[in-house]
């Protein structure tokens, strides 16, 4: 780009017919729709002549042709525009777009090339010797257009996760298909396309670009993986549920949008066992699962080991007491109990569960009451009332051991009988200590307590499931109770009688009635102070299923499954 020589005298003669009209604007093929900067030139000073005119025109000219040598070529555009506009001479369009050619504007080069070929006179003379032919140089900047015009865009596209497909198409073609990440670049022609990025398990992306001719561009993208649906339901109903060791839910879980892979489900409560589940979340589908965990065995050989020693010298000593001999008793005791220890110790599974263990201490108590009572029904005599409550005893333990073994019971269950069964047999004996009756009635008495106390603690497992520190905390409201009642017998009926002295049947009765009325008091306060600690044992259970909607699709539905 250099300015001819006597360009001042090509200028005059060139624009001496249009100097004092605003420049045309005409649109090239390149940029319709839009306009270019010559386009706008300002309004001409009226307060300038046509020589200074000129003169500020050349003057553009010369910086602008200095700030393109120096390699700043938006300086140079914007000092040629500003010539331009004040001398509106065809080649400063050339010299406009060879600028923007260098600065790598590929399309505004283009379009002032244009705006160059079509602002050349038909009758175009050379402006000196030394300078081209206008027809000629027509000619060759209509082959430079060509030329840049097949210039390609250079795109390079990045997704995470990497090797997606990416297509890059119009309405009339599909410019371009690749791989992102690989290391070479795609190529199009400057247009405006639909650019779409498809990777299995994602959201396809899909973006309009307008890459402008010979220009690099790099995309990246982070791909949103597909969603489904988990639903997570948990029997109990306050089991925790963590989804990938991140806690999500209390006995159920429900997540729409959930990303479209493996999962691993943990459900875990105290007293049941921990489960863990690998699920695959499909996209646009819905993962139902249901979980019932188990309660967590607790061993109970321990425990029994210790309870039959015990037991068994207690037993022993019970049945040699027919013999009327205590020192043959006394021997008994320890020898029963050192034989109840070595055969549990030796013949006992390592795995007994708590449960059956519970049972066999209830059992074994049962028995042992309900067969001296029952002998008290007949005689009084220690001899035979005593061998019957140990023999009973091992019945009991026995029967206790194979219904615990058989029927699976659980500790709560074994708890919540034990409990009946000792507030029903405390209640017969104390109405029995309050109305003084024969033997036989207070036997009686204290059988029927047992027996109700038995039947209820049975049909109570069937509608609560509670845990043996629910049964321990009502026993012990129980207890206090009884120990509440004697506190306040001792304030209501003060007393002067001697230490030691034997208390008469007003006082015992009195007695009676104060710790019965405690006990149903502590029993019934610890039971409405305690009712949230464990949920019902409902036949009425939480279910999930799937139903189609009006439209056909497939949803989650929430109900009740059970038994009448």
């Known amino acids: 780009m ?6 001042a005298l090509a200028i005059v003669t060139s624009v001496a017919s249009v100097h004092a009209q605003a420049p045309t604007s005409r649109e090239g093929v390149i940029g319709k729709g839009s306009r270019l900067e010559i386009d706008d030139c300002p309004h001409r000073d009226p307060a ?7 003169q500020r025109g050349a003057e553009h000219y010369q910086r602008g042709e200095t700030l393109y040598l120096q390699g700043d070529y938006k300086g140079a555009v914007s000092e040629l ?35 160059y070929i079509l602002e050349i ?93 010979g220009k690099p561009y790099t995309y990246f993208f982070e791909l949103t993986p597909l969603t489904g649906t988990l639903t997570v339901q948990v029997t109990p109903a306050d089991a925790r549920i963590f989804l990938d060791d991140r806690l999500v839910g209390i006995g159920r879980y429900d997540n729409a949008k959930l990303d479209a892979k493996k999962y691993v489900v943990t459900s875990e409560r105290q007293g049941r066992i921990t489960e ?81 263990s519970n049972m066999t201490i209830t059992s074994t108590l049962v028995g042992s009451v309900a067969g001296t009572a029952g002998a008290l029904l007949f005689t009084g005599d220690q001899r035979i009332v005593q061998p019957i409550g140990g023999a009973a005893a091992i019945l009991g ?106 208390v008469d049947e007003e006082q015992r009765e009195h007695l009676a009635n104060f710790a019965l009325g405690g006990m149903a008091v502590g029993l019934i306060g610890a039971g409405i102070l305690t009712r949230n600690l464990d949920a019902p044992k409902l036949l009425v259970q939480p279910a999930i299923g799937n139903a189609l909607t009006t439209d056909g699709t497939s949803t989650a539905i929430y109900g009740f499954r059970g038994a009448w």
């Open 48 to 54: 300038l002549n046509d020589d200074q005119l000129r």
């Open 397 to 502: 333990a026995g029967a206790g051991y194979y219904l615990g073994d058989r029927t699976k019971i659980r500790p709560g269950d074994a708890a919540l009988i034990n409990s009946s069964v000792m507030w029903g047999t405390a209640a017969g004996g104390l109405f029995a200590l309050s109305f003084a009756p024969p033997r036989d009635v207070s036997a009686g008495l204290v059988l029927s307590g047992l027996g109700m106390g038995a039947i209820s603690g049975v049909i109570m497992t069937r509608y609560f499931d509670i845990s043996r520190t629910h049964a321990l905390l009502i026993d012990i409201g129980g207890l206090v109770g009884i120990l509440g009642g004697l506190a306040i017998e001792s304030i209501a009926y003060p007393t002067t009688q001697a230490r030691g002295a034997a």
């Open 121 to 213: 006179p038909d009758d175009a003379k050379r402006a000196s010797q030394c300078a081209a032919d206008p027809q000629e140089d027509k000619e060759n900047v209509s082959r430079r257009v060509a030329v840049l015009r097949e210039l390609k865009a250079h795109i390079r596209v990045e997704t995470h996760p990497n090797n997606a497909q990416i297509t890059i198409e119009n309405d009339r073609t599909v410019a371009a298909r690749a791989r992102s990440g690989e290391k070479k670049n795609i190529e199009v022609l400057g247009d405006t396309y639909q650019m779409r990025i498809e990777l299995p398990g994602y959201e396809t992306v899909t973006r309009t670009i307008s890459p402008q001719i």
């Open 276 to 356: 863990k589940r690998t699920v695959e979340v499909l996209p646009d589908q819905v993962k139902r699962v249901q979980v019932e965990l188990t309660p967590t065995p607790q061993g109970g050989r321990r425990q029994l080991i210790v309870f039959s020693t015990v037991a068994g010298g207690a037993a022993t000593g019970a049945l040699l007491f027919a013999f009327n001999e205590t020192s043959i008793s006394g021997l008994g005791s320890i020898g029963g109990g050192a034989a109840a220890l070595a055969g549990s110790y030796l013949y006992l599974p390592d795995n007994v569960p708590l449960g059956t």
């Open 81 to 115: 525009v500003a010539s331009y506009c004040k001398i509106p001479y065809y080649s400063i369009l050339k010299d406009v777009g060879q600028a923007y050619e260098r600065n790598l504007d590929y399309e505004l080069a283009i379009a002032y090339l244009e705006r």
């Open 2 to 7: 250099k300015l001819p020589v006597g360009i």
